[in-house]
């Protein structure tokens, strides 16, 4: 029953950056790992970056790494993704999603391993 809210999308230029957030209401999702995922026209859903329950612990996908940032405001039932040095291959929307499992040693990288899902937020990246 929760509900995540992605915001912050836009359209920005090659080597501009954005922050997108994502809100959580209904429930804390303090236990779980998060994620980003996107999602070009025509293309399959993409892992972007997973974090950890307290935060400690982040992976990205080799396209992101070195200009996107996730991190959490479990205290705000909120996870960001910074996102620098942009380019026009970034352009997708973007999900948030809430992993499955509640376990401590836990890596989501795959959409099935999570089961609640944002609306998505639109980034244009022109060049």
């Known amino acids: 029953q929760v509900q995540l809210v992605e915001s912050g999308g836009g359209l920005v230029q090659a080597g501009g950056s954005l922050r997108l957030s994502c809100a959580a209401s209904g429930r804390t999702f303090s236990n779980y790992a998060m994620g980003w995922f996107r999602q070009a026209p025509g293309n399959e859903r993409e892992f972007v970056a997973t974090?950890?329950?307290?935060?400690?612990?982040?992976t990205y996908a080799d396209s992101v790494k070195g200009r996107f940032t996730i991190s959490r405001d479990n205290a705000k039932n909120t996870v960001y993704l910074q996102m620098n040095s942009l380019k026009p291959e970034d352009t997708a929307v973007y999900y948030c999603?809430?992993?499955?499992?509640?376990?401590?040693?836990?890596?989501?990288?795959?959409?099935?391993?999570?089961?609640?899902w944002g609306q998505g937020t639109q980034v244009t990246v022109s060049s």
């Open positions: 999603a809430r992993s499955r499992s509640s376990a401590v040693f836990y890596t989501p990288l795959w959409v099935y391993e999570y089961d609640d």
């Open positions: 974090i950890s329950r307290s935060g400690g612990r982040t």
